[in-house]
């Protein structure tokens, strides 16, 4: 059974950093596109950044230049590094990672979640 597993998550004051973490675990045997997504109260979950499996990044708007996603596929990792945080990068933030079966299916995996809290 794949899993993901986040962490890293915590309490931030703005401007600071916090590096978010998240691990696969299970049989894998390569891993597609890695994303990290957020859900703030109240407000519909939004995609923050993405990396495909060569290495190419994109970013929302409200992130690019503070906020830095990479991979390890040798450990199966996807790292959010968050810098120059701002109060409104306070939610719950997921990974979110294609990943074929043995059969080549790709099944698309979610996190449960790591809480930042950025205080102002």
């Known amino acids: 059974q794949v899993q993901l597993l986040e962490s890293g998550g915590g309490l931030g004051q703005a401007g600071g950093s916090l590096r978010l973490s998240c691990a696969g675990s299970g049989i894998i045997f390569s891993i597609n596109t890695m994303r990290w997504y957020r859900q703030s109260p109240g407000k519909e979950r939004e995609l923050v950044a993405t990396?495909?499996?060569?290495?190419?990044?994109n970013y929302r708007d409200s992130v690019k230049g503070r906020f830095t996603i990479s991979r390890d596929n040798a450990k199966n990792m996807v790292y959010l590094q968050m810098n120059s945080l701002k109060p409104e990068d306070t939610a719950v933030y997921y990974c979110?990672?294609?990943?074929?079966?043995?059969?080549?299916?790709?099944?698309?995996?979610w996190g449960r979640g790591t809480q930042v809290t950025v205080s102002s």
């Open positions: 979110n990672a294609d990943i074929p079966d043995d059969d080549r299916t790709v099944r698309r995996y």
């Open positions: 990396v495909t499996s060569l290495g190419s990044t």
